[in-house]
């Protein structure tokens, strides 16, 4: 790395004494980034393998326990999660392109999705609780007595629990950049921590893409 | 290393404006309403393999696109990759073993004929 090039880029208040040039700490943020999607894909991949392992022991209950489920909820949700996804990706673009209020508006049009996931998926689980559908020994739903009914809700109750902790994470994530946004902290000249957020959000909704066939669907 | 992420860096910075964006979120649309429509049909077998085919179209789609793996350098395509094979791995192997164990060794087995379409309550009077 040549003087010039350093003090080139030592105008700019981001980048941290340990690296050479924005584009380079830009690098090292997206790397590690993509290294923790790969451990949440790996996390989710666990559960997906429960699933299967279930469905393979119990095929006929894992079909009559899916049609017990909400499809125009599930797809009302995957809907929800797609356009949330997409206002997330416009808002990355409008700040990167200087455009902070427009930016800002996406961001908590995406926040508000996201509430309206969780309102949905609340209305879903009163439903399974009142009725007993339920995982384990609490499974008491007398319209449906089979062996495995109580495993597909372990994995339901599992799969969808612990995407809607992340949908919480997201948009508490989410939250900070407009916060840290509107502190100014974000604009086209620093906006790789919008893109690593938006990164997790979107990771969010390609869960989702999977469990809303496997759980309704299939 | 300082080649390969001046490469990554250059294609990252292209902007492809938010046309991209709206054409990917309209064909996820699209592709949510086609899932939704074969799942009410009955292909049998093959129900699973269609949801899963555009459930992987659409997980490509977000990745890509929304993403931005399209513009992405070779290493983080290559760490994002690798964690969706060793997941296929992950299910691939168990399911070598489970096929080829005798179906009478695994807890609470019981083979898809014998299950009773609904089994009724114990304490539904007999």
């Keep these: 790395m040549s003087s010039s090039e350093a003090a080139h880029s030592a105008h700019n208040p981001y980048l941290a004494h340990h690296f050479d040039t924005m584009e380079q700490q830009d690098h090292a943020a997206r790397l590690g980034m993509w290294l923790f999607l790969a451990t949440e894909v790996l996390l989710f991949g666990a559960l997906f393998l429960g699933y299967t392992v279930y469905r393979w022991m119990y095929p006929q209950t894992y079909q009559e326990c899916a049609n017990l489920l909400s499809i125009p909820m599930g797809a009302t949700n995957t809907v929800v999660l797609i356009t949330s996804s997409f206002t997330a990706a416009w808002a990355y673009h409008s700040i990167k392109v200087n455009q902070i209020k427009k930016g800002l508006a996406l961001l908590a049009i995406t926040i508000l999705f996201a509430c309206a996931f969780l309102v949905i998926k609340y209305f879903e689980y009163k439903h399974k609780f009142d009725v007993g559908e339920l995982p384990g020994k609490w499974y008491s739903y007398e319209g449906l007595q089979a062996p495995g009914a109580n495993l597909f809700f372990a994995v339901y109750f599992l799969a969808t629990g612990l995407h809607g902790l992340h949908v919480v994470i997201g948009m508490t994530v989410l939250s900070i950049i407009g916060y840290r946004t509107i502190k100014g902290r974000y604009h086209s000249g620093n906006y790789v921590g919008v893109e690593l957020g938006v990164l997790y959000w979107h990771l969010v909704d390609l869960v989702w893409i999977f469990l809303f066939p496997l759980l309704y669907l299939i | ?126």
């Excluded at chain 2, 513009?71 to 992950?90: C, M």
């Design chain 2, 1 to 126: 290393m300082t080649n390969l992420s001046t490469k990554a860096q250059e294609s990252h910075h292209e902007d492809h404006g938010i046309g991209r964006y709206v054409a990917v979120f309209a064909v996820l649309l699209v592709l949510t309403g086609v899932t939704v429509w074969t799942g009410e049909m009955n292909f049998g077998n093959w129900n699973i393999i269609i949801a899963m085919a555009i459930a992987i179209v659409k997980a490509s789609l977000v990745v890509l696109f929304f993403m931005h793996l399209w513009d992405e350098g070779p290493v983080n395509r290559l760490i994002f990759v690798v964690s969706v094979i060793f997941v296929g791995v992950l299910i691939l192997f168990t399911f070598g073993d489970l096929m080829f164990r005798i179906p009478g060794l695994l807890p609470n087995f019981i083979q898809a004929d014998d299950v009773p379409k609904v089994m009724h309550a114990p304490h539904g009077g007999h």
